[in-house]
C-alpha cells in the first residue's frame, strides 16, 4: 500500500551544539581569511599582502578564541585593530637583528599574555596578537613591503569584522545583570515565604535558591558575560552577584532560626519590618539591573528599616531566641544593601556613588587610571598566575626566536607557532598536549609529503583545495582536539605556501622539524617555570587568605569588645585581605580550567580532599563584609555601646576561637604546610557562642556573634568530605 514517505524532521539533521558553534566560527574565519588571501594574491599579484590578510584573520579567529556574540566579537576586532598595526611595525623593523627581535619577543610576549588581567576578551585576543607579531619578525628583513603588511593585515581583519557581525550569527547568552536580576527575583520569592506562616522555606524554594546561587558562580556563565574588567562598573556587578550569593545563602540559613515575632504577619515586629523591606529591595534592584526603574524607595525603606531594628530596646533575657533572630535578619539586611547598592553602581556608575562610600565600595571614587594601576600592579608578582604565565609564554617564545634565528630555520615562525599554541599552565598537561600534537602533526606531515608530491606545480589544484581543506581544519580541530588541530592544520599551511612559491614535499618536513623543536622549547619552559600551574598557588593564596581573615576577625572583636572609636576603613589587614582576594579568585578561575592531577596509590582517588574553594573566597569577602559593618560609624556620630565585662569576654572568646579555626585550615590548605592527617575539627561541641551568651548581653554582641557563625559555616563548607582541611 503506498504512501507518502517519510522524511527525517529538521531537528534530526541538527549538528551537535560543539560542531555547530565550530562549523559557524570555520564558516567565518575561512570566508574573511580566503578572501582576502585570493584577492591579493590572484587580483593584485602581492605574495606579501595576501599571506598577511589570510594570517591577519586566522590569527583573530582561528588562533584566538574571543569570547562573546558575533557583534561582541567584531568590537573586540576593531579595538585589537591598531594594536595589530603597531604589532605588524614592531616585528618588522625589530627583524634586523636576531638579538632585538628576541629582545621584542621577551617584551612584547610578556606584555600581551599579562593582558589577560583585563578581563577574558583581551585574553582571548591575545595569541592571536602574538601571532601578528611573530610573522613579521623573521627575515628577510624588508621595511619596504610594511605598507603591504599592514595593508593586508588590515584588509584581512576587517573581513573578518564583518564575517563575524553579520554571517552565521551565534545563539545569544544571558547577560550576568539578567542573571543576577533572576536569583534577586529567587530571593524576593524566599523573603515572601519566609514572612508567610509556617515561616519556613519549602523544599522546592530551597533548592531554586540554591540553583540560583550556583548559577552565579563565575564559570557557572559564558565567559563574554563574567564581569572581570577594572572599571567601576565591572566591579560593581561582580559585587552585586556576591551580595545577591550572600543574600541567598542567609536567607536559607535563617529556615533554622525562630519564627519572627507575632502569631501571624498582621502583627509584624521589627524584624518583619525589616524582612519585607529586603523582599521590596530585592525586586527594586532586579528592576534597575532590567533598566525598567530608577527607583530607590525600597533601599532607602529598607536603611530605615534596619536601622529601626538594631535600635530596638534590648529584650530581657528570656526573649534571646528573638535577639538571635533579628541578629540574623540583619545579616540579611546587610547582604541586600550590599547587592541594592552595588546594582545601583553597575547602571548609574559613579553618579551613584554613596556619600560616603563604605569600605565595601572603596573603587566607586577611585579614577580609571588608579583601578587599571591597582589591577596590574597586584598582578605584578610571582605569585599570581597571570604573572606566572606570562613569564612562562614570554620566556618560551624568546628562546625559540632565538634558536630559530641561530639556526635559520626555514618557516621557522611555525617553530613559535607551535610553542604558543602547545605550551600549558602545568607541565603534565604540556606534556600530554605535546605527544598528541606530534602524533598530529607526522600524520598530517605524510598526507601533506605525498600530496605536494602528486600534485607538483599545479597551483590551481592548490587553489581549489585550501577553502575545502580551511572549513575542516577549524570545524573538526577545535572539537577533536590537538592532534586532530595540528594534522589538519599542517595540511592547510601546505596548501597556502605552495601557492605563494614552489614547494617539494620537503616542506612537510620542514613543518615537522619545526614544530618538535617549538613544542620541545614549551615543554623544557613548562617543566622549569611554575610546573604546577594553578594547583599549588591556589592552596598557596587560600591559606594566605584566611591568616588574613583571622587577623581581621581577631582586631574586629577586640575593637568591638573594648567599644572603641568605629573605622570606615576597618582593621588595617583590610588591604592585605583584599589582595589575597584578587590572587586566590585569579589561581581559582585558572585550577578550574586544568586537568586534575591522578591520585596515586590503591585508594587515593576516595580519599581525596573535596575543598569547596568557592567557600574559601566567600569567608574572605564576609570577613570584609561583616568587619565593615560591625566598625562602620553609627548614625550621628553616636558611641557604640558598651557590652560590659562578660559580653565583651565573651566577643574575644569567640573571635580568637574563629581565628584560631582559620588558622587551622589555612595550615592545612597550604602546600608548604604539614596536612593533618584527619578533617580540622572547627566546632567544638561542648561550646556554642549562643549556649555560653552572658546575661543582659546587647545587640552588638548577637550582631557580632552571628557574623562569626556564620564565617564559622564558610569554613565548614571548605571541606566536603575525605580527608583535608
Known amino acids: 500500500m503506498g504512501g507518502v514517505p517519510r522524511t527525517r524532521s529538521p531537528r534530526a539533521l541538527r549538528l551537535p551544539p560543539a560542531y555547530a558553534a565550530a562549523a559557524r566560527r570555520s564558516l567565518r574565519v575561512t570566508l574573511a581569511a580566503g578572501a582576502g588571501f585570493y584577492l591579493f594574491l590572484y587580483g593584485f599579484g602581492s605574495t606579501t599582502a595576501a599571506t598577511y ?136 520569592r524566599c523573603v515572601r515565604e519566609l514572612t508567610t506562616a509556617p515561616y519556613r522555606l519549602t523544599g522546592p524554594t530551597r533548592q531554586e535558591a540554591g540553583a540560583a ?94 536601622t529601626a531594628l538594631a535600635a530596638t530596646r534590648d529584650e530581657p533575657p528570656d526573649r534571646v531566641p528573638l535577639l538571635r533572630r533579628d541578629a540574623a535578619v540583619l545579616e540579611i539586611a546587610d547582604a541586600a544593601l550590599a547587592m541594592s547598592t552595588a546594582a545601583d553602581l553597575f547602571v548609574r556608575g559613579r553618579a551613584a556613588v554613596p556619600d560616603p562610600p563604605p569600605a565595601r565600595f572603596w573603587y566607586a571614587r577611585t579614577s580609571a587610571p588608579q583601578l587599571w594601576w591597582r ?37 621557522g615562525f611555525w617553530a613559535m607557532l607551535a610553542t604558543l599554541t602547545l605550551t600549558r599552565t602545568t607541565v603534565r598537561e604540556t606534556r600530554t598536549t605535546i605527544r598528541v600534537a606530534l602524533t598530529g602533526t607526522l600524520v598530517g606531515a605524510l598526507v ?150 591522578p591520585a596515586e596509590g590503591p585508594g587515593a582517588e576516595r580519599d581525596r580532599p573535596v575543598i569547596d574553594w568557592q567557600a574559601v573566597v566567600m569567608a574572605g569577602h564576609h570577613t570584609l563584609w561583616g568587619s565593615d559593618r560591625l566598625l562602620a560609624p553609627r548614625p550621628g556620630g553616636a558611641a557604640a555601646p558598651a557590652l560590659g565585662a562578660a559580653a565583651a569576654a565573651a566577643v574575644t572568646r569567640l573571635g580568637d576561637r574563629v581565628a584560631g579555626r582559620m588558622l587551622l585550615v589555612s595550615a592545612a590548605l597550604d602546600p608548604g604546610g604539614d596536612t593533618p592527617e584527619a578533617p580540622v575539627p572547627l566546632r567544638d561541641p561542648t561550646f556554642d557562642g549562643f549556649e555560653a551568651e552572658p546575661d543582659g548581653a546587647p545587640r552588638l554582641y548577637y550582631a557580632t556573634a552571628m557574623w562569626l557563625d556564620s564565617l564559622m559555616t564558610d569554613l565548614e563548607r571548605i571541606s566536603a568530605a575525605g580527608r583535608g582541611p
Open 53 to 188: 590578510a589570510l594570517f591577519g584573520a586566522v590569527s583573530l579567529a582561528g588562533l584566538s578564541r574571543i569570547p562573546g556574540t558575533g557583534q561582541q566579537r567584531a568590537a573586540t576586532l576593531v579595538r585589537v585593530l591598531p594594536v595589530g598595526w603597531l604589532l605588524i611595525v614592531a616585528g618588522t623593523f625589530l627583524a634586523v637583528r636576531t638579538w632585538s627581535a628576541v629582545v621584542g619577543m621577551l617584551v612584547i610576549g610578556f606584555v600581551l599574555a599579562f593582558v589577560a588581567v583585563s578581563g577574558p576578551r583581551p585574553a582571548g585576543a591575545a595569541p592571536g596578537l602574538q601571532l601578528l607579531y611573530i610573522l613579521p619578525c623573521f627575515p628577510p628583513y624588508d621595511p619596504g613591503s610594511l605598507d603591504e603588511r599592514l595593508l593586508g593585515a588590515t584588509v584581512g581583519i576587517l573581513l573578518l569584522v564583518l564575517a563575524e557581525y553579520f554571517l552565521f550569527r551565534d545563539p545569544p547568552t544571558l547577560p550576568y545583570e539578567e542573571l543576577v536580576a533572576r536569583a534577586a527575583g529567587t530571593a524576593r
Open 448 to 597: 601533506t609529503a605525498g600530496l605536494l608530491a602528486l600534485v607538483s606545480t599545479h597551483t590551481t589544484v592548490y587553489a581549489l583545495a585550501l577553502l575545502p581543506v580551511m572549513l575542516v581544519t577549524f570545524t573538526l580541530g577545535p572539537v577533536k582536539g590537538v592532534g586532530w588541530a595540528q594534522a589538519l592544520f599542517t595540511l592547510t599551511v601546505a596548501l597556502v605556501f605552495a601557492q605563494l612559491a614552489h614547494a617539494t614535499w620537503q616542506l612537510a618536513e620542514l613543518r615537522l622539524l619545526d614544530v618538535l623543536i617549538g613544542s620541545a622549547i614549551g615543554a623544557v619552559f613548562g617543566l622549569l617555570a611554575w610546573p604546577r600551574g594553578g594547583q599549588d598557588e591556589l592552596r598557596r593564596s587560600a591559606a594566605v587568605l584566611l591568616r588574613g581573615a583571622a587577623e581581621i576577625v581577631v582586631a574586629t572583636a577586640e575593637s568591638i569588645a573594648v567599644g572603641g572609636q568605629r573605622r570606615t576603613q576597618g582593621p588595617p589587614g583590610n588591604r592585605s585581605l583584599q589582595h589575597a582576594l584578587i590572587l586566590t579568585e585569579s589561581a581559582y578561575a585558572q585550577f578550574q580550567s586544568e586537568p586534575a592531577e
Open 213 to 306: 546561587a550556583v548559577g552565579l558562580r563565575p564559570m557557572s556563565v559564558a565567559e563574554a558575560e563574567r564581569p572581570a574588567g577594572p572599571g567601576v562598573r565591572e566591579r560593581a556587578l561582580a559585587q552585586t552577584g556576591l551580595g545577591t550569593r550572600t543574600l541567598l545563602a542567609r536567607l536559607t540559613q535563617l529556615n533554622a532560626a525562630p519564627p519572627v515575632r507575632g502569631p501571624a504577619p498582621e502583627r509584624p515586629g521589627p524584624d518583619l519590618d525589616v524582612l519585607r523591606a529586603v523582599e521590596r529591595t530585592a525586586a527594586e534592584t532586579a528592576a534597575r539591573l532590567r533598566r525598567t526603574t530608577n527607583a530607590r524607595e525600597a533601599q532607602q525603606d529598607l536603611l530605615r528599616a534596619r
Open 375 to 411: 589591577r596590574l600592579a597586584g598582578h605584578a608578582e610571582r605569585r599570581s598566575v597571570y604573572f606566572q604565565n606570562a613569564v612562562r609564554i614570554s620566556l618560551a617564545l624568546a628562546a625559540a626566536r632565538l634558536v630559530a634565528g641561530l639556526d635559520t630555520l626555514p618557516h
